[in-house]
């Protein structure tokens, strides 16, 4: 049974940093892409990046590309999101999911199996 753990999530100001977490188990994590979406109040949940199995490569949706780098840890089966200069508008739940191959894309199609999900505030 794959099980997936967010973690890091918190309230910052605007401009601040954060990195989110998500421990992975039950599953050979280092076969699958992992991709992080989030969902803010009113909204449907949007992509926000995706990495490979190996971690050579990343892809991030617009809104987030240049401020959020998406990492893994394979020894670890843990997959991260370093969120910098964050804006109130980054404020969401934020998921990590499994990918259903080693490298995947942006539609919720593509993942298998959610975590419960982190809550990030931005305060402006």
């Known amino acids: 049974q794959v099980q997936l753990v967010e973690s890091g999530g918190g309230l910052v100001q605007a401009g601040g940093s954060l990195r989110l977490s998500c421990a992975a188990s039950?599953?050979?994590?280092?076969?699958?892409?992992m991709g992080w979406f989030r969902r803010a109040p009113g909204k449907e949940r949007e992509f926000v990046g995706t990495?490979?199995?190996?971690?050579?490569?990343?892809y991030y949706a617009d809104s987030v590309k240049g401020r959020f780098t998406i990492s893994r840890d394979n020894a670890y089966n843990t997959v991260y999101l370093q969120m910098n200069s964050l804006k109130p508008e980054d404020t969401a739940v934020y998921y990590c999911?499994?990918?259903?191959?080693?490298?995947?894309?942006?539609?919720?199609?593509?993942?298998?199996?959610w975590g419960q999900g982190t809550q990030v505030t931005v305060s402006s």
């Open positions: 999911a499994t990918g259903v191959r080693w490298i995947v894309g942006t539609g919720r199609e593509d993942y298998d199996h």
């Open positions: 039950g599953r050979t994590f280092s076969s699958y892409g």
């Open positions: 990495i490979s199995s190996s971690g050579g490569y990343t």
